[in-house]
């Protein structure tokens, strides 16, 4: 089965911060696990150029707005790269294969007779790129950027959403999974139920954007050229191929709760109208909050992903993002919660259990670990049952809980070596069998912990492998059990996986 994963591609009118890479490494981690179950799987993300501030912004800097979006190109690609994602393509809007893309897909719902002209005159939050009702403001602010909308009056191209409430609402009801978590199921559902006003298409008066095809003087309104991007990439991302007939439409979709309606209402409407399938699902995050405020550039309360990894590294932050968060949920973070976790959890429950393990072999088996499973081993207890409890979970985007579940392993090892005590079975000779079993018992049960984390620290589990011997084939998912590992020879003490990191600073 193939699997296509998405993020939100990003407004570019400012430099990434956390909350922009959090949904980037929960992508990847989706990616690298279906990578791991053997599917084929394309992973996408990329940047979102049309928007009115980057032609603000740009001119703000006296650069025209492309030339502004080729100079922080690099940040933003940076960031996938820096937090080890493995997106198979990085959209930029500007693309000229998007572009195209953009003008033939409006061209589709324009000869299907969804489109109309029309005065649109409303209340527009430019961070949004959404107009807003009256009702939705709170004290004449938006409620997501704290900011006083703009009055815009234009004449626009309508899309005839209106037209699309009755097939919604079916797709709702016959696919229950369609959104998740249930909760924002249900919200955007009631919003479909609630009535459906027909949107503007186009913006007339500003020139950055897709040109409208039957009327090059409007360009395209900046979602409906960026919710394309999911589908035009795969239709030139790797040239001379046409991805859709394998991605399209099994495409799940992550996306921050801010952005709801037009994922789960605006985007599965236009695609209907331009003929094509909707998406196979879609997964609502919530927003890392940081003393209990959105993230975000206009809060000015943002912290830079690349600090954090320069300071812990790629796999800390990938795992503190997703352990400290219930991946759908709202979540405080902060710079100390990373720190505690790093030591806590990282360095103490993990590194120190990978480096005893080690240690010990090379101690008191000379570097020598025989094969040595049994039926009655505690640690086949401990993980039977893991690889597919944690499919079941990844299938429903729990990454919180799978995580959680294989660390519920990582400490029944470590309950495990405190038991079993096997520096002491190392003074009694008689003792030797148990003393192999156990130590086999604990490499091996490092081993199922290594493959399950491979997607969510990847680095981290390369070198546990690495530690007994293995490989990067080691990794299939089918290796998530029980007495998989031969017998090793050469096992030396692996150098400290988390070295010790000064606590932040008030400043940091
Ligand atoms: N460009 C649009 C999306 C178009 S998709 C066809 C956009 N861009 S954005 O730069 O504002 O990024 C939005 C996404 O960034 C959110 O949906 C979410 O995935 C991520 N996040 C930005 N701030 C966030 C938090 N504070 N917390 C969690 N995720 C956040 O909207």
Redesign the pocket.
């Known amino acids: 089965m193939a699997y296509y994963v998405t993020?939100?591609?990003?407004?570019v009118n400012a430099t990434p911060h956390i909350?922009?890479a959090?949904?980037t490494i929960a992508a990847d981690i989706l990616a690298r696990h279906y990578r791991q179950r053997g599917e084929e799987t394309f992973f996408l993300t990329g940047v979102?150029e049309h928007a009115s501030t980057v032609a603000r912004v740009a001119a703000e800097q006296g650069l025209a707005p492309q030339e502004y979006a080729d100079r922080i190109l690099g940040a933003w690609q940076e960031v996938p790269r820096r937090i080890n994602a493995t997106n198979d393509f990085f959209i930029r809007t500007s693309d000229e294969g998007h572009k195209a893309f953009v003008q033939d897909f409006l061209q589709r719902i324009y000869d299907a007779g969804d489109i109309y002209e029309g005065v649109y005159a409303g209340w527009y939050c430019v961070r949004c790129e959404a107009f807003k009702t009256e009702a939705e403001l709170v004290d004449g602010k938006c409620p997501i950027h704290e900011t006083v909308p703009d009055w815009i009056e234009e004449q626009n191209w309508f899309f005839r959403l209106s037209a699309y409430q009755e097939r919604l609402l079916a797709l709702y009801d016959e696919r229950p999974d369609f959104v998740l978590p249930a909760f924002r199921f249900n919200e955007a559902r009631s919003f479909v139920a609630g009535g459906l006003q027909d949107f503007s298409i186009s913006r007339a008066g500003q020139p950055w954007g897709v040109p409208i095809p039957w009327d090059p003087e409007q360009v395209a309104y900046v979602w409906a050229d960026?919710?394309v991007?999911y589908l035009s990439a795969l239709s030139y991302a790797r040239p001379g191929e046409d991805l859709r007939g394998t991605f399209w439409p099994v495409v799940r979709h992550l996306?921050?709760k801010?952005?709801l309606r037009f994922h789960c209402v605006y985007w599965p409407a236009l695609l209907l109208s331009a003929g094509y399938d909707v998406p196979r699902q879609l997964f609502v995050?919530g927003?890392?909050l940081l003393d209990e405020r959105?993230?975000?550039k206009s809060r000015g309360n943002v912290i830079d992903p690349l600090d954090l990894v320069d300071v812990y590294g790629a796999d800390a932050v990938r795992f503190w993002s997703i352990r400290s968060v219930s991946f759908g949920q709202d979540g405080s973070v902060s710079v100390e919660s990373l720190h505690e976790r790093y030591e806590r959890e990282l360095a103490n429950d993990l590194g120190n259990l990978v480096s005893r393990t080690t240690a010990m072999i090379d101690r008191f088996l000379d570097g020598e670990l025989p094969a040595r499973a049994s039926v009655e081993s505690q640690v086949r207890a401990l993980v039977a049952g893991l690889g597919d409890d944690l499919a079941r979970k990844f299938d429903v985007f729990d990454l919180t809980g799978a995580l959680e579940a294989v660390w519920e392993v990582v400490r029944g090892l470590n309950r495990f070596v405190e038991s079993q005590a096997p520096w002491q079975l190392a003074k009694d000779d008689a003792r030797r069998d148990d003393l192999e079993r156990t130590l086999y018992d604990l490499a091996d049960g490092l081993r199922v912990a290594a493959v399950a984390l491979a997607s969510f620290v990847p680095e981290t589990s390369a070198r546990i492998l690495d530690a007994l011997g293995l490989d990067a084939a080691a990794i299939a998912w089918d290796e998530v059990a029980y007495g998989r590992l031969p017998a090793r020879s050469g096992i030396v003490p692996a150098p400290p996986l988390f070295p010790r990191i000064d606590a932040p600073t008030a400043a940091a």
Request: proline content about 4%; overall charge negative.
């Open positions: 993020t939100p591609i990003y407004y909350g922009h959090y949904t979102d960026a919710l991007n996306l921050g801010d952005i995050h927003w890392l959105k993230i975000s």
